[in-house]
């Protein structure tokens, strides 16, 4: 009885620190792999009516764990299109923008391939990009490899990670980013559903 009457104890003082959200005696971690996980993309642009150019660009998300339990995220891209004010772009991401604009002070350059910590610092250290065999035209007319793939580090499996790239098209292309004064209205947010998570990418 006295076993039984201090086990329900434990579990209510559980209860309360954790706010009735679960108790485990011991944090479970994944097993090292790779697993397959929804996730959705936004690069939002308020100008010209509003305009969503991320959702049509992400093609899947891949989870892996290393052997070491280091995390990364792989989000994999297609070239597609929006269509603003009747006109049809059509978008991609762009390693290597020709925009010869100067950078503004704290905040990523065009062409900046990262990710961002829980403090918003820019991370490229250990950020990963390939590039297709398939081309795209960038608003010079030249046809240019685009970016299929980015694989970033992370710390913790959280619902939301921030990005930042470049979305070129046969027009015109931005850099979505965090601001210098930390507003995340204009980068690339990416809200992964963990509950979607399974083995095989």
Known sequence: MKKQIAAAAAAIACLSAFGFTGCTQEEVTDAPGTYSVDAQLKCYVAAMGGIEFGAPLLSGTEYTVAEDGSMTLTAHFIKNSVTIYSITCYTFIDASPDTGAEPTEGEAEDGTIGCYDADLN???????????????????????????????PISEKTDTYYLTFYINSQVMGTQFKVTADGSTSRAATLSVDWTTMREGA
Request: no cysteine; proline share 3%.
């Open 122 to 152: 820019l991370v490229t250290q250990g950020v990963e990009y390939t590039l297709s065999e398939d081309t795209a035209t960038n608003p010079a007319g030249e046809e240019v490899s685009y970016v299929d793939s980015i694989t970033f």
